[in-house]
């Protein structure tokens, strides 16, 4: 039983287009996150959001919208998609937001723009 | 600044050697943990041990341990007995106190480590 899903798990696209990822975790925890991996295999956190409630949002275009349901699903939706949008894009989530908790991540979702 | 610093883009060790992966941090803050994640080629990110800025004693979890020396704000993973499966890029990644008072993890450019018959 997966603790932590990403879908779609690969995604292609033209630019331009409007896509969604989604993310739900089982585990119970109270904060999620995504993070961006990009082609240098680099990441680097993109939002946080603490029992629905976004609260760390990094410099990140406005054609990235997360929205959290519940506090066991963050979907990130990504609107005029880019070329430099290209990137693993992950999920990952924590008990709580304190400095102890492990992060879970996901499996991640290769995004593609062409 | 960069905040995780891994210096060794990429590491070689023969099976059953040890190997130190390095990782320096730079903060302020007195609280702060310390993460180790691998990620193999199949691409999840699996954390493997974790060290606390309080904890006086070195963390362990099995063949991993943490070379943790405050003073130096290092951080060094050392893997012993290497098994093909340790064939990965294995990240050291921080996490601090925020201005709000939240925190995230911040990652190192991380090591691709590779182990040979």
């Known amino acids: 039983d997966t603790a932590v899903s990403q879908t779609p798990k690969y995604l292609v696209t033209q630019m331009g287009n409007d896509k969604s990822i989604k993310c739900e975790q089982n585990?119970?925890?109270?904060?999620m996150y995504w993070y961006k991996q990009d082609s240098k295999k680099f990441l680097k956190i993109m939002f946080s959001?603490?029992?629905?409630?976004?609260?760390i949002n990094e410099t990140v275009p406005n054609r990235f919208s997360p929205k959290s349901p519940d506090k066991a699903h963050l979907n990130l939706h990504i609107n005029s998609l880019e070329l430099g949008d290209s990137a693993v894009y992950f999920c990952?989530?924590?008990?709580?937001?304190?400095?102890?908790?492990?992060?879970?991540f996901g499996a991640g979702s290769r995004l593609t723009v062409l | 600044a960069q905040k995780i610093t891994q210096t060794q883009p990429g590491m070689f060790v023969q099976e059953k050697e040890a190997v130190t992966l390095d990782c320096t941090y730079d903060?302020?803050?007195?609280?702060?943990?310390l993460f180790w994640y691998k990620q193999p080629s199949s691409g999840e990110m699996i954390f493997l041990i974790y060290?606390?800025?309080?904890?006086?004693q070195n963390a362990t979890e099995g063949r991993y341990s943490l070379n943790f020396q405050k003073a130096r704000k290092s951080a060094n993973l050392v893997i012993s007995a290497s098994q093909l499966g340790d064939s990965a890029m294995y990240f050291c990644?921080?996490?601090?106190?925020?201005?709000?008072?939240?925190?995230?993890?911040?990652f190192g450019k991380g090591t691709m480590l590779l182990v040979s018959p």
């Open positions: 990952a989530s924590s008990r709580t937001r304190s400095g102890a908790n492990v992060l879970t």
């Open positions: 585990l119970g925890h109270d904060t």
């Open positions: 990644a921080m996490r601090e106190p925020g201005l709000s008072g939240y925190s995230t993890l911040t």
């Open positions: 060290q606390g800025s309080y904890d006086e």
């Open positions: 903060t302020s803050d007195q609280s702060y943990g």
């Open positions: 959001y603490n029992n629905k409630e976004l609260i």
